[in-house]
Nanobody, 129 residues
Framework: VQLVESGGGLVPAGASLTLSCDCS????????MAWFRQAPGKEREFVAA????????DYANTVRGRFTISRDKDKTTLFLQMNSLQPEDAGVYYC???????????????????????WGQGTQVTVSS
């Protein structure tokens, strides 16, 4: 699946931002899609996931309650609504897709980047303090 992110930018602390990931160019539905982020000098980390068979969502503890992952009804776009942004939320945000179930309970989404086999180019989010 080809993934294209958009929506990043520079915002002040406390602001909101919505990221989009176009996933319309695909030959089959993914098992799960997720957002990861990577700050300079840090490893890529899991942010949120959406499971296509179960429609379940999952979040990293650091963003739960502030971020919302969702999919449009046409199943062509994955969103990440980010509220109350803080400087520590800054980084490059990547959209990822897992073609098939890999591990864990079926219907749950992996938090491991290695389990996702398609990635977008990333979109930069900068939060000023």
């Amino acid at each position: 699946v080809q993934l294209v992110e958009s929506g990043g930018g520079l915002v002040p602390a406390g602001a909101s931002l919505t990221l989009s990931c176009d996933c319309s160019k695909r030959t089959a539905n993914p098992y799960a899609m997720a957002w990861f982020r990577q700050a300079p000098g840090k490893e890529r980390e899991f942010v949120a996931a959406f499971n296509w068979p179960s429609l379940k969502t999952d979040y990293a503890n650091t963003v739960r309650g502030r971020f919302t992952i969702s999919r449009d009804k046409d199943k062509t776009t994955l969103f990440l609504q980010m509220n109350s942004l803080q400087p520590e939320d800054a980084g490059v945000y990547y959209c990822a897709a897992a073609a098939a179930y890999v591990r864990g309970a079926y219907g749950a989404s992996s938090h491991l980047a290695a389990d996702y086999n398609s990635w977008g180019q990333g979109t930069q989010v900068t939060v000023s303090s």
